[in-house]
């Protein structure tokens, strides 16, 4: 068989069964219209204050990167932060559930070469999986987690708790 | 991004529900085709399309407006669908496809049958690291660097797994005798 056949072969079957069951999802967009007004998205910023917030944590950004660079080291002892000793790395993110894997970009590195990044505080109380991000390719797993999961593509997930505000984890 | 499409989003941002409605309506089949693909089951593709709409609104404060909403919506899915199959542990194939699209000659239907439920069972049977690029290749038709992105892996990975999906998926229709001739 030759490859753009083969090709062919995969997208129409994909395709055609797709099709095939199309009708299930054809009043979507009113299920999800009606069941969303409970949940709207979180924050819901207005652009001015969005603006203004943004040049505001830009500024603190710069300060804090600088006190970083100098002066501070990572705040590792505190539950709320997240950290990563990895001094050879140019850049470390962080990709988890809570942000819907999209890589937020870590703090450091300090003067011991460690990375922190603190929680958001809306994060909801529960169980979520993360991982680091480094060098933009390489996913590393937090030696500082006390539970871990090995997912199906191969990789290892750290695992934290988040306790409802006002107990311990 | 799509004509309006900012726009929609925008004022979905601000709570207006038609808008995300819209979104919705313009995206669900792609979604639902990825979902179907990686599932391979139409009951559990229709959950994780739902999930992955409720889920994308909830954290629509997390896109980035410059960047494809495509790319970030298919993100979404390919998360829900993998939490489903690590909750699940569902790697059922399917066992049949039921109103597949008709044609003229009853032979000719039953054989065009045949071969899909074969490539489909094939399909079925990789695995899911390896049955998720090839389902957002050839089905949404995203490019390796959009793969990788969707997926969060290197590039280099996505090529990779997607060659070694490639090679297996032969090798099993060949072994079942499918060949490119309808």
Redesign the interface.
């Known amino acids: 068989?030759?490859e753009h056949?083969?090709?062919?072969?995969?997208?129409?079957?994909?395709?055609?069964?797709?099709?095939?069951?199309?009708d299930?999802?054809a009043t979507?967009?009113?299920?999800?219209?009606e069941?969303?007004?409970e949940?709207?998205?979180?924050?819901?910023?207005r652009w001015g204050f969005a603006l203004a917030g943004a040049v505001a944590v830009a500024a603190i950004f710069v300060i804090g990167l600088w006190v970083g660079l100098h002066l501070s080291v990572a705040p590792c002892s505190d539950p709320d932060v997240l950290c990563l000793v990895y001094p050879h790395a140019q850049s470390v993110s962080v990709?988890a559930?809570f942000?819907?894997?999209?890589?937020v970009p870590m703090n450091g590195p300090d003067r011991s070469g460690v990375w922190w990044i603190r929680l958001p505080q809306e994060i909801k109380p529960g169980r979520y999986e993360y991982g680091f991000?480094v060098d933009g390719?390489r996913?590393v797993y937090d030696p500082r987690a006390t539970e871990f999961?090995h997912?199906?593509?191969?990789k290892i997930n750290s695992v934290l708790y988040i306790a409802p505000r006002g107990e311990q984890p | 991004m799509g004509e309006g499409e900012l726009e929609l989003i925008q004022r979905?941002?601000?709570?207006d529900?038609?808008a995300?409605?819209?979104i919705?309506?313009r995206y669900?089949?792609a979604v639902?085709?990825i979902a179907?693909?990686i599932l391979g089951n139409?009951?559990d593709?229709?959950d994780a399309?739902?999930d992955a709409?409720?889920?994308?609104?909830?954290?629509?404060?997390?896109f980035h407006l410059d960047k494809r909403f495509s790319t970030w919506i298919f993100?979404?899915t390919a998360?829900v669908c993998?939490?489903k199959?690590?909750r699940e542990r569902l790697f059922a194939p399917l066992k049949h496809?039921?109103?597949?699209?008709k044609g003229s000659d009853p032979a000719q239907q039953l054989a065009q049958q045949e071969?899909?439920q074969l490539?489909?069972d094939a399909?079925d049977q990789l695995?899911?690291?390896y049955r998720?690029p090839?389902?957002l290749r050839?089905?949404a038709d995203l490019d390796y660097k959009e793969i990788a992105e969707v997926?969060?892996?290197?590039e280099g990975t996505v090529k990779t797994r997607l060659h070694r999906a490639?090679a297996e998926?032969?090798q099993i229709?060949?072994q079942k005798g499918?060949?490119?001739h309808a």
Request: net charge positive; no cysteine.
């Open positions: 068989m030759h056949e083969w090709e062919s072969l995969v997208k129409e079957t994909l395709t055609r069964y797709a099709d095939a069951h199309r299930r999802i979507l967009e009113y299920e999800i219209v069941e969303l007004p949940r709207r998205p979180n924050p819901h910023p990709a559930q942000t819907l894997w999209e890589p991000i390719t996913w999961v997912t199906f593509d191969d | 979905a941002l601000h709570g529900m038609n995300w409605g819209e919705v309506r669900k089949d639902f085709g179907i693909g139409p009951a593709a229709e399309t739902h709409f409720i889920r994308a609104y909830e954290g629509l404060h997390t993100a979404v998360n993998k939490n199959l690590r496809i039921s109103r597949l699209t071969r899909t490539i489909k399909i695995k899911p690291a998720m090839l389902v050839y089905y997926l969060g892996l290197p490639k998926l032969k229709l060949e499918v060949t490119g």
